[in-house]
Each structure stands twice: as C-alpha cells, then as structure tokens.
C-alpha cells in the first residue's frame, strides 16, 4: 500500500490509497476555499496519482460540510500566486485514470469548475452548484465557460453564469452537470460506492473538452446565444462582464477548446481591471463588514423564540411574513377584530400569491400560516421575545403602543418599533424599561427587501441590539447599524438628494428628465418614479411634520404639494407624476404635471435653464455624497461601508458601483468637493461641504481609509 504524500500541504489537501483508488481530501475550513495551499495540493494529488501504477481511479472529496465553496476571499484583490486554477482544472482533466468528484454541501465558482474538469460527478442531497463570478464583476475563468456549455449545453450554462444562482443536486442531475445524486450523507462512502461501479465497468476517463455540441443541438444554441446577447441592455445594463460571458461561451461554437480557454482568460483578465469588479468586491465585504458591530462584540443575543407584531397594514403584515419564514411564530395584535382581519388576509395573501406563482405549494403555506396568531388584546404578547411596532408613523400613535407594550411584556423582551423617521432615544423615555427599546427599520415589502436599519438609541442594552442583528441573520437580511436621527442613514441621504432633485426640477430640468438620467446611472428607477410607486401622500406627511422646523435660509419646492393637492398620489390614484391609465404600472409622462411645473417656476420667479444628463446626474450624486459624509462624520454610520450597504440594498445604488461613498472615491474626492463649491456658488445654503469630506480631500485621503481604520 502506498503512504500517503507528506508535503507542505499536508493539512489543508491529504491523499490516501484505498486498494486502487486515490483519495484526494480537501480540508481547508471553514468551507474549503480554493486558496493557494489548497491548489498546490491538487495539483500534487493528482500528480502522484499518475505516477503510481496501483492506482485505478481518484475520488476527490472535502471534508466538512462543503466540497469547495469557492475562492479564498483573503486573496482578493492580491498578486495570483502559481498554480493558477486553470492549471490545477487542466491538471485534472488531463489525469491518465478517471477523476471522481463526490459533492457535498457547496461547489461554488472555482469548487464548480474543479467539478466540471473531473471526468465523473456524484452529487449528494443538499449540494448546491453554482457559478456566481457574474456578481462579482468577473465570469468563471478557470474553464468553466468552455466546460459547463459541453456538459450541459448552452442554454442551460448561459443561465448558470448570468443568473449567479446555486442549483440543487435535482436540478444539476436533470441538467447532466452531475451523473448520478446518491442518497447517502457520507461524501467518501457515496464516492467509493460509484468507484466500485466504475471500476466494475472498466470506465475509461472522460474528459469534458473532449465533448462537443451536436450538429443538431447546434442551431437552438446559437438561438440561446442570440437571446442572451439582445438581453444584456435590458436584464444587465451598465455590466461588463455578462457581455463577456456570451462571448466566451459563443467560442465553445467556433473555436477549439484551447482557444476557447485562451479567449476565457483574456475575457477574466479585462474583468479584473474594471472599476466595476472593484465595485462588486467592495460590496461583497461591505456587506459582511456592516454585521461587525461593537454591542454584538460585547453582548450575545438574547433569545428568540416568539416574536410579535403590532398593526396589520402593508408593512405589518410584511414583518409578519418575514418572521413566519424564518420559522418564527408571530403574534398580531390589532386594535380590532375587523382590522386584525384585514391583518391576517394581508398575511395569507402574500402566500396565496407565491402559491399560485408556484413558488410555494400549499402544504407549506398552511403551515406557514399555521405560526400566525392574532389577537386585539395586548396581552396576548406577554411571553414573546420581542415585539415590531409597525403602526402609523406618528409619535403620539406610538407612544401609546409602547405604554401598552411596557405594561403587558415579560422582563427582558425586546421592543422594537420599525419608524423610518421619529425619535427613538424620545420613544426610549417614555417607558419604564429604555434599555430594552431599539429601532427595527424594515424596507417595503418587508417580506422581500434585504435591507435592515437597527436604530440604537443611548440607553439601549448591548444585548438588545446583538439581537437585532441576530434576527436579520435569521431572516436572511442584511442589517445595518443607524444612529439616531431624523431618517437614520438612508431616508436622512434621501431627503437631501430629492431635495437635489426637486432643485434641478424647479431650475428648468423636468422630471422625466431627471428620472432618465438616474436610471442610466443604474437605478432602477428615479426619484419621481420613486415617489409614485412609494405614494406621493407619504412624503407630503413628512413634509408637512417637518413645517415648522424647515430652515427658512433652504429653498422650498412646492411642486410636489401641488400635485398631492390634487389628490395625485402616484400608482395607487393613477395618477401623480406620471399617469397610469387602467391601472398600469407602467407610467406615462403627463402634459398637465410640466404644466404645473411651469406655472410654480413663474410663481418662484425663476427663469428655467438647460441641464445635461451629466449636470442632473453631477448635482444629484453630489448632493447624496455630500449627506453621506455628514452621516459618517457625526457617527449616525459607524463607518462609510454602512453607507454603502444601506444604500445598496434600500434605496437602488447600482451595485456595481459599489455605493455612493466608494464611487466618490473612485472619482475622487477632490473632484467632489469642486463641485460641490462650485454649486455652492449659486446656493451656499444648500451646498455646504461636509467637514469630513473637507477634511479626507485636504490630506489626499478617502472613505476607504476609514472602512479599514474603523473609525467614522
């Protein structure tokens, strides 16, 4: 029996001999990321298994709960260190004896394209398969472009990359990206079972680029290249590297498979060198870095087994649904039976809905819904863990809801109310027990959106606040932390860049206009669009709440008032800045609002001017920038990544862009700050530099710099 290799990457890649067959093991934790150690491994694994004449066959396999899920995040954005994985993916297609791979758990990007160059594949349940560079701002470039169409066919691979998404062990069965799904949960006893069986049959290896589409097959694939191509304005606008990855696959068509290989590396390479991977990158880490919380360092979470909901409107029901997903058995409390009705159809509708869609089948909505409980008294909520707050954004509505919440829930339940606007530390005060209140912004639908605003005011416990960021985990989002403010971090940058836009509309700029610039930035839609989906009565609300302490020295653009005036309120009236007739959500520009526009202009004395999309879009990001800084500067985001997420994943930041405080990075600060006093020049109310802006373009700095200092 041959022992086993004895090298430097004895730990993270061993091999062992089992009669004939090669036991390759990759156990790099947590999840068997493809770092450099791990590829030198392979490659050596599968070098000594050629050279020795007992062995029949290799079965590689990883320890733990994964295969290979994927790159080594540590080596992001550093020099590539030999060997490359196309070479270790070579190396293994190119093995004398046949190459098994046994998945289990995750084969994610390069884990996928080490699966795709072995010559057999079992799956176990529970494995999930995927090419996710594309979100990344790369594509697979270790073959997998040139594999995956050979094995699967075009179409078929062509969603695989453009979509990002993981497939189960079903999915990839029926696709033929695996051979055969075993119903075991030990990757080595699934794997040495299938050996047996291959060996039995004296099965010869099977190299994937010997593979080639069929002359029948052919015309449907160029087909389903033609489509991606004419898809990529619409479903990838603003993307490199989708274009790139139709070109790529195209070439397993026209070219070899080296050449194929060759123009796949060319392709990854350009990726590499675009702003938008830098982008993507950030983004990727921002969104991890934005968890990493002081109070949740100090404090572990305190238990949730039950929550609570109070309000069964849009947003409640929402909540409710988010919680009912994530397992949790949700308590809704209503001020009557008629709208805790109304509540509970909210909920049901929103399931009734994914059921007809085929997203869900009925067995599992029932149960879903078999968590939900309802109730118009509050003591109902006595023993949940934590209690939303989801009603009327008004102080007094919900200091009321709050004396009620003190008096009937138990010691140490968390009290959490969703306002998007009102004073926490004030809500904090008014009942007995400040140390258990925090913020719990949820988006709209609640149920869908990612982002998650935990609110910390003064007097909250460590322990409270690790619990929100707990619950985000649970229910899949992203949480952000948010200090207290009028509008926490991303509806305060709002405000100030609407503020922007309703400027440009009042100075001649029309709102069509407008939205179109911010839409060829990468939004996906713009502010006036916003407005109408949102409804533009809620905005007017705010408005009106903040009357009395708006800065007379500001500008105010009536224009938006004239049109609530009128009760245009935007998708659900049919009408507001757009028009929507026969209930279209698709709007249509309307002669009557940019004749109101005119008349307020006249009325304001102003004499309208030109603007380019570059002047829309020059003041818009300068203005969100420009508030962004102020946000990170007085602590209300602990550091400008919080920024960046929030406004990724809330408000429609391009991702690829990677967020408003990295794009102003990557424009630079000091052209930023000249723009900003070149605006300022027209409105010095309005433009006023942010000190922490002034102080990074001063010294040469950047809001990078304070990502990775951690200090705001």
Known sequence: MTEPQQSPTMDVVTSRREGPVWVVTIDHPPVNALGVEVRRGLMAAIEAADRDADVRVVLILGAGRHFIAGADIREFGRPSQAPLLTDVCNRIEACTKPVVAAVQGSALGGGLEVVLAAHYRVALPGAKFALPEVTLGLLPGAGGTQRAPRLIGVEAALNLMLDGKPIGAAQALALGLVDRQDAGTDPVAAGLAYVQELLASQAPVR??????????????AQQALDA????????????????????AVQAVLDRSFDEGLRLERDAFVQCLDTPQRQALIHAFFAEREAAKVPEAGRAQPRPLDRVGVVGGGTMGAGIAVAMLDAGLPVVMVERDEPSLERGRANVAKVYDRLVQRGRLDAAERDRRLNLWSG????????????????????????????????????????????????DIDQLARTVSRPQDVIGLHFFSPANIMKLLEIVVPAQVADDVVATGFALARRLKKVAVRAGVCDGFIGNRILAVYRQAADYLLADGASPYQIDQAVRHFGFPMGPYQMMDLAGGDIGWASRKRRAPTRDPNLRYVPIADRLCERGWFG?????????????????????????IVDQERQDMGIVPRTFTEEDILRRYLAAMI????????????????????????????????????????????????????????????????SPLLVELAGRGGSFKDLNQSGQG
């Open 207 to 220: 190299p994937t680029r010997d593979r080639q589409i069929a002359a029948a097959d052919r015309p449907a």
């Open 228 to 247: 991606a191509r004419a898809a990529l304005d619409k479903k990838y606008r603003g993307l490199f590297s989708p274009a790139r990855i139709v070109d």
């Open 375 to 422: 109730a118009t008294d509050y003591q109902a909520l006595a023993e949940v863990d934590l209690v939303v707050e989801a009603v009327f954004e008004d102080m007094a509505v919900k200091t009321a809801v709050f004396a009620e919440l003190d008096r009937v829930c138990k010691p140490g339940a968390a009290l959490a109310s969703n306002t998007s606007y009102l």
């Open 571 to 595: 998708q659900k009236t049919g009408r507001g800045w757009y028009l929507y007739p026969e209930g279209s959500r698709t709007g249509q520009e309307d002669p009557e609002v940019q004749a």
């Open 626 to 689: 420009n508030e962004a800084a102020n946000v990170v500067h007085q602590g209300i985001a602990l550091r400008p990544l919080d920024v960046d997420v929030t406004m990724l994943y809330g408000y429609g930041f391009p991702r690829y862009r990677g967020g408003p405080l990295h794009y102003a990075d990557q424009v630079g600060l000091d052209t930023v700050l000249a723009d900003i006093r070149a605006f300022a020049a027209q409105d010095p109310h309005f433009w006023i530099p």
